[in-house]
């Protein structure tokens, strides 16, 4: 008799949020979202950044998961921030035996949803648990399959320039399916900046990549439940993969 495989979606709130704040925000949206998952076995949890200065708030302190110096492609990423955030993240859960993870962002949490699914962290990392149930329920070698990341969702964000993201993708073999979503109508977060990130990364792609981007219509820096839906759909399709 196989072992159940164990399924988790990890959302990733913007800057100034909380978890509760941005499930109590989708479930506005999309009064289904948590619904759709639990009838794929996936569960879904809400982290919350720290309350830590942010430069953007004139060094107030905020719930984010990193600095910002700016909203533009050339101010410098806080590495040292984003490396804890994600340490914090995958440490939280990477423990418990999920087979299976997807994570999705929206906004500052976007941004981190792409360390957090694409760059190295403990999540990625195979336990004995997970070669063994993904072999039973793929009938193929564990080998193939040394990561339980199996999508990512980022919507309304992108990466600075000097992201050393980039260069971690481009040596990777077959990264995690990716989703990227924005508003054309977004003026904080520009669709620009969503874009300019995708094309990079496009232009890593491999052939064993599934990378996709999703332009919302009418859509400022906000979600919809359209927007959702198909993200929801999205994940579910590759964490059942």
């Known amino acids: 008799m196989s072992e159940k495989r164990r399924k988790l979606l990890i959302c990733l709130h913007g800057s100034g949020d909380t978890g509760s704040g941005l499930r109590d925000w989708i479930l506005s949206e999309d009064e289904?979202?948590?619904?759709?998952?639990?009838?794929?076995?996936?569960?879904v949890v809400f982290p919350s950044a720290e309350h830590i200065p942010y430069s953007m708030a004139n060094g107030m302190r905020m719930n984010v998961w990193f600095d910002r110096k700016g909203l533009g492609a050339t101010f410098p990423e806080d590495k040292k921030g984003v490396r804890r955030s994600v340490d914090r993240i995958a440490s939280s859960y990477s423990k418990l035996n999920y087979t299976d993870v997807a994570v999705l962002g929206f906004s500052q949490g976007g941004c981190l949803s792409l360390h957090l699914g694409l760059g190295p962290s403990s999540l990625r990392y195979v336990s004995d648990i997970y070669k063994r149930v993904r072999s039973q329920h793929t009938h193929t070698h564990t080998n193939t399959h040394s990561n339980r990341i199996r999508s990512v969702v980022c919507m309304s964000s992108f990466l600075y320039d000097?992201?050393?993201?980039?260069?971690?993708?481009?040596?990777?073999r077959s990264p995690p399916p990716l989703l990227m979503m924005h508003g054309n109508k977004d003026s904080m977060v520009p669709m620009s900046l969503g874009q300019g990130t995708f094309e990079r990364f496009k232009k890593l792609s491999k052939k064993e990549w599934h990378i996709e981007w999703s332009e919302i219509p009418h859509l400022r820096h906000d979600m919809c439940c359209t927007e959702l839906e198909y993200a929801c759909k999205f994940m579910i399709k590759h964490l059942n993969a």
């Open 32 to 43: 289904d979202f948590e619904k759709r998952m639990r009838e794929h076995d996936i569960d």
């Open 162 to 172: 000097d992201s050393e993201l980039f260069s971690y993708v481009s040596e990777q």
